[in-house]
C-alpha cells in the first residue's frame, strides 16, 4: 500500500527539521590551509539503483589519484530541497572508500544556495568533516544578474537579501555555474578553488571525472541486467 499523503508530509517535515539543523553546524570560515587533494562527487540512477562515485585528484597538477564507486538503493526517491537525503548517504560511503582522506569535496550540487541553507554539499560537509562547496549546472533558487561573458566573471546569486552563492563564468562565453559554499571555506574561497579546478571545460576536472565515472559505472549495470 502506498504511503498516505498525510504521512509523507510529516515525513518531509521531520527532514526540513533536521536540515534546519544541520545548517546551524555549517561553518563559513576561510580554508584553513591551501589543498594538496580534492575529490569531486557525483551520483547517478542505474534502475532502482544509485550510483555514488568519489575521484581524488591532486590539487596542484589537476592528475587523477584513484575513484571509488558505491551502488545501493537509495532511502527515498527525489524530492527537490532534499536531494541529500537520497544521494548523500551513497556519497559519504564512497567519500570514505577513498585510501586517502581528501582535503577539499566539490559536490555536484548546492551548498548553502538552497531553501533551508542545507544543500548536498552542507550535508557532506558536515558529515565528513571536511571543506566543501557545491558547484551545480543550475539554480535551485535566488536571483542574479548574468555575469560578464570572460572567464573569471561572477555575480551574487541573491535570496532574501542574503549572498547565498554565485555565478561563476568558467569559460569564455560558456554557460555560467552556480556556486556556494557548503562547510569550512568562505565564499570567495569557493569562487577560487572552482576557478582553479577548470581546466578548459565548464565544470571543474574532478567534477566532471566523478560524472564520466557514474556514467560508465550505469552503463556497465544495465548491460549486465539486460544480460
Given at each position: 500500500?502506498?504511503?498516505?499523503?498525510?504521512?509523507?508530509?510529516?515525513?518531509?517535515?521531520?527532514?526540513?527539521?533536521?536540515?534546519?539543523?544541520?545548517?546551524?553546524?555549517?561553518?563559513?570560515?576561510?580554508?584553513?590551509?591551501?589543498?594538496?587533494?580534492?575529490?569531486?562527487?557525483?551520483?547517478?540512477?542505474?534502475?532502482?539503483?544509485?550510483?555514488?562515485?568519489?575521484?581524488?585528484?591532486?590539487?596542484?597538477?589537476?592528475?587523477?589519484?584513484?575513484?571509488?564507486?558505491?551502488?545501493e538503493p537509495p532511502p527515498l526517491p527525489y524530492i527537490p530541497g532534499f536531494l541529500a537525503f537520497r544521494e548523500g548517504p551513497a556519497l559519504a560511503a564512497a567519500v570514505r572508500r577513498l585510501t586517502r582522506?581528501?582535503?577539499?569535496?566539490?559536490?555536484?550540487?548546492?551548498?548553502?544556495?538552497?531553501?533551508?541553507?542545507?544543500?548536498?554539499?552542507?550535508?557532506?560537509?558536515?558529515?565528513?568533516?571536511?571543506?566543501?562547496?557545491?558547484?551545480?549546472?543550475?539554480?535551485?533558487?535566488?536571483?542574479?544578474?548574468?555575469?560578464?561573458?570572460?572567464?573569471?566573471?561572477?555575480?551574487?546569486?541573491?535570496?532574501?537579501?542574503?549572498?547565498?552563492?554565485?555565478?561563476?563564468?568558467?569559460r569564455n562565453g560558456v554557460k555560467p555555474v552556480f556556486v556556494s559554499p557548503g562547510h569550512l571555506l568562505t565564499l570567495d574561497d569557493a569562487i577560487a578553488l572552482v576557478l582553479r579546478t577548470t581546466a578548459?571545460?565548464?565544470?571543474?576536472?574532478?567534477?566532471?571525472?566523478?560524472?564520466?565515472?557514474?556514467?560508465?559505472?550505469?552503463?556497465?549495470?544495465?548491460?549486465?541486467?539486460?544480460?
Open positions: 500500500m502506498p504511503p498516505r499523503t498525510d504521512d509523507m508530509l510529516l515525513d518531509l517535515e521531520k527532514l526540513r527539521q533536521q536540515q534546519v539543523a544541520l545548517a546551524r553546524q555549517v561553518r563559513l570560515v576561510a580554508l584553513a590551509r591551501p589543498p594538496a587533494t580534492v575529490a569531486g562527487v557525483d551520483a547517478a540512477m542505474a534502475g532502482e539503483r544509485i550510483v555514488a562515485v568519489a575521484v581524488l585528484y591532486d590539487f596542484v597538477t589537476l592528475t587523477p589519484l584513484e575513484a571509488a564507486c558505491v551502488i582522506r581528501p582535503d577539499l569535496l566539490i559536490v555536484d550540487g548546492q551548498g548553502i544556495a538552497h531553501p533551508r541553507r542545507c544543500g548536498l554539499a552542507c550535508h557532506l560537509g558536515v558529515e565528513l568533516g571536511l571543506p566543501a562547496l557545491g558547484c551545480a549546472k543550475s539554480r535551485l533558487i535566488g536571483r542574479y544578474a548574468e555575469p560578464a561573458a570572460e572567464r573569471g566573471a561572477h555575480t551574487p546569486l541573491m535570496h532574501l537579501d542574503a549572498t547565498i552563492g554565485a555565478v561563476v563564468r568558467t578548459g571545460f565548464r565544470l571543474p576536472e574532478p567534477q566532471r571525472a566523478a560524472d564520466r565515472h557514474a556514467a560508465a559505472c550505469k552503463r556497465r549495470l544495465l548491460a549486465e541486467a539486460d544480460v
